[in-house]
């Protein structure tokens, strides 16, 4: 008899820093105020590393509590994948940095940058590896600090993002039709000017004239992303759920990044799917980039809003253009 495999989210975590910034203390940064921004985004607050705090510590914490929860032990962890854009240094990457932290063996760690994405390209590539049978459990991360490369004079980005990160434990078991079903992601890379850090690379190395020229801050054409990202995420939903024979009503969560709330309104009314369906806790956090996906996910299921047999969902976009969705069927 042929065992088929399967690859599950055995433990999933979140860690967000103590440090709330409301839209009340934003207005005392800029020029904005707390109705032009919960009007245009649905965010009340965001959380912010202190100081000192790295993607690292946010990483670990999370990480920590994914592995609890999966009840899989470090020593059987033979993969770790940080998807970051803020990452501790350029390099060496912040996944290494992280095997030594948790104490685990030494094990494949590499860094992932697809931005906002980042989470669940991580998970595609981590649950291909466990289909090889080379590895049994992968610890994957969505982490970010956006607020150190956030420029706090530009009104039109600061008030959108917030620092945190996710983790979650993929397990490979025997089984069919359980844990992860599906993943399709996608890039555009004709535009970066859409979303980017001009700065610090190799294109523009670090220098007096990067730094007075503000050139190390995240730049966005905030409109003008808006209206691709609804068009590509809603193309990508729909390929996700034709290609699975599956329609909108037999989904219980659509967890997607937690970037904007009028952004998730508008993908609900393209797809033709209940807003009620999107999980969205952007209201606390902000747009936590690569972490914004595991956290929402890991706040459902603390809420015991998933049960066993449920299909969700998750939907990512950001910088590159990436953008990419997860089916998973829960176990
Ligand atoms: N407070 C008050 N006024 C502001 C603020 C602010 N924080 N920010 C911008 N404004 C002003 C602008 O200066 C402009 O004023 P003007 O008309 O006098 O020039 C006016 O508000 C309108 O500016 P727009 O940028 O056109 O505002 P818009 O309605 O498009 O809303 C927003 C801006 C919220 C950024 C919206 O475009 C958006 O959500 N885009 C998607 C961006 C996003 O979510 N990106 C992340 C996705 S990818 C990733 O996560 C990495």
Same mark, same amino acid.
């Given at each position: 008899?042929?065992?088929?495999? %399967?690859?599950?989210?055995?433990?999933?975590?979140?860690?967000?820093?103590?440090?709330?910034?409301?839209?009340?203390?934003?207005? +005392?940064?800029?020029?904005?105020?707390?109705?032009?921004?919960?009007?245009?985004?649905?965010?009340? #607050?965001?959380?912010?590393?202190?100081?000192?705090?790295?993607?690292?510590?946010?990483?670990?914490?999370?990480?920590?509590?994914?592995?609890?929860?999966?009840?899989?032990?470090?020593?059987?962890?033979?993969?770790?994948?940080?998807?970051?854009?803020?990452?501790?240094?350029?390099?060496?990457?912040?996944?290494?940095?992280? &095997?030594?932290?948790?104490?685990?063996?030494?094990?494949?760690? =590499?860094?992932?940058?697809?931005?906002?994405?980042? =989470?669940?390209?991580?998970?595609?590539? %981590?649950?291909?590896?466990?289909?090889?049978?080379?590895?049994?459990?992968?610890?994957?991360?969505?982490?970010?600090?956006?607020?150190?490369?956030?420029?706090?004079?530009?009104?039109?980005?600061?008030?959108?993002?917030?620092?945190?990160?996710?983790?979650?434990?993929?397990?490979?078991?025997?089984?069919?039709?359980?844990?992860?079903?599906?993943?399709?992601?996608?890039?555009?890379?004709?535009? *970066?000017? $859409?979303?980017?850090?001009?700065?610090?690379?190799?294109?523009? *190395?670090?220098? +007096? +004239?990067?730094?007075?020229?503000?050139?190390? =801050? $995240?730049?966005?054409?905030?409109?003008?992303?808006?209206?691709?990202?609804?068009?590509?995420?809603?193309?990508?939903?729909?390929?996700? @759920?034709?290609?699975?024979?599956?329609?909108? #009503?037999?989904?219980?969560?659509?967890?997607?990044? &937690?970037?904007?709330?009028? @952004?998730?309104?508008?993908?609900?009314?393209?797809?033709?799917?209940?807003?009620?369906? =999107?999980?969205?806790?952007?209201?606390?956090?902000?747009?936590?980039?690569?972490?914004?996906? *595991?956290?929402?996910?890991? #706040?459902?299921?603390?809420?015991?809003?998933?049960?066993?047999?449920?299909?969700?969902?998750?939907?990512?976009?950001?910088?590159?253009?990436?953008?990419?969705?997860?089916?998973?069927?829960?176990?």
């Amino acid at each position: 008899m042929t065992v088929e495999t %399967a690859v599950v989210l055995s433990g999933v975590g979140a860690y967000v820093p103590e440090k709330r910034l409301t839209n009340d203390d934003l207005s +005392q940064i800029v020029d904005t105020n707390d109705e032009w921004i919960r009007s245009r985004t649905g965010i009340r #607050e965001r959380r912010i590393a202190a100081d000192g705090q790295t993607t690292l510590d946010m990483a670990e914490q999370a990480a920590l509590q994914a592995i609890e929860r999966s009840g899989v032990e470090k020593e059987d962890i033979g993969l770790i994948v940080v998807a970051t854009m803020t990452p501790d240094m350029p390099f060496p990457a912040t996944a290494c940095l992280l &095997q030594d932290r948790l104490g685990i063996g030494q094990i494949m760690a =590499f860094d992932l940058e697809a931005a906002c994405s980042g =989470f669940t390209y991580a998970v595609q590539v %981590a649950e291909g590896l466990l289909r090889t049978g080379r590895i049994d459990h992968a610890l994957v991360i969505g982490a970010d600090k956006v607020s150190g490369i956030l420029d706090w004079e530009d009104r039109a980005t600061c008030v959108l993002f917030g620092d945190g990160a996710g983790a979650a434990v993929l397990s490979r078991v025997d089984g069919r039709d359980i844990g992860i079903l599906d993943c399709l992601s996608r890039s555009d890379g004709s535009d *970066p000017s $859409l979303l980017c850090q001009p700065a610090g690379g190799s294109a523009m *190395p670090a220098r +007096q +004239q990067t730094i007075d020229a503000r050139g190390h =801050f $995240l730049k966005m054409r905030g409109r003008d992303l808006f209206k691709v990202v609804v068009k590509v995420v809603n193309r990508l939903c729909r390929d996700v @759920m034709e290609r699975n024979n599956i329609r909108p #009503e037999d989904i219980r969560w659509i967890i997607p990044h &937690q970037a904007n709330l009028r @952004m998730i309104d508008s993908m609900a009314k393209y797809l033709e799917i209940p807003p009620e369906k =999107f999980f969205v806790n952007l209201e606390r956090y902000g747009n936590t980039s690569a972490a914004s996906v *595991p956290i929402a996910l890991e #706040e459902v299921i603390s809420k015991g809003e998933i049960e066993t047999g449920d299909l969700i969902l998750l939907v990512a976009f950001g910088a590159g253009l990436t953008w990419s969705a997860t089916l998973i069927r829960w176990h």
